[in-house]
């Protein structure tokens, strides 16, 4: 019933959402993660269907699926997330990678639970892959490609500097020491960036009318990529 009532400018668009912050092992019980609650990611996959799309939503989290959510895809570890999205990448419209993939994990992984008897002064860390770069390097002609940048400084031109990097055609830079915004909140100010140098400012407001701001602009770029 909701989708008849959307906007269906997505009917026919296979769009592939991640969410939530990656879970990195340390031992049988103990994990590394950050602050991302998957709120964003959520209000996405919601208003992507809401508008028609076939949603995959690749999530960390545990929360109520949206309506309309074609597949979900659990996943913990910033690989499984990598083993979720490379495959199902060729086929999406449109990816949205909101998920706050982790940049290091434990190096090494016990796999029995470290008794506290036998201390831990340190947890040597070793970097993550970054496959949003893989997925900028082997974009299909047509995929909208969009990042997010979660930034405390100097967070448009890190954002832009991202969007280049890794070849992405929509980045939403988020800044999370904002009062009110980003992780662990309801609301979100963001700033959403196109390769061409423009900048459309989404002033605090809550997750869903973000999602709807960013989709705006997918929808506005594939407009441009196919006249
Ligand atoms: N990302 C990813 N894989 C990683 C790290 C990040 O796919 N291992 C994606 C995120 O999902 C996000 C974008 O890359 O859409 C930017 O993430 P961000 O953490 O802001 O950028 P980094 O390049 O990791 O730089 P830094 O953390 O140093 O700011
Ligand atoms: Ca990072």
Known sequence: VERVLGPNDMVGQKVLVTAGGTREAID???VV???????????????A????????????VDRPVPPGVAEVVAVASAADMQEAVVPRAAD???????????DFRPATVADRKIKKGEGLDAIELAPTHDFLVDLGATKPHGQVLVGFAAETDDVVDNARDKLARKNLDL??????ASEGAGFEHDTNAVVILTPDG??????LTD??????????????RQGRTTA
């Open 198 to 203: 423009v900048g459309q400012t989404v002033p």
């Open 28 to 30: 049988a019980v103990r």
């Open 33 to 47: 993660t950050n602050r991302s609650s998957g709120k964003q990611g959520y209000a996405l996959a919601a208003e």
């Open 207 to 220: 997750k869903r009318t973000v999602a709807r701001a960013v989709l705006d602009a997918v929808v506005e």
């Open 49 to 60: 269907a809401h508008r028609g799309a076939h949603v995959t939503l690749v999530t960390t």
């Open 92 to 102: 999406q419209d449109v990816i949205i990678m909101a998920a706050a993939v982790a």
């Open 171 to 176: 980045i939403v830079a988020n800044d999370v």
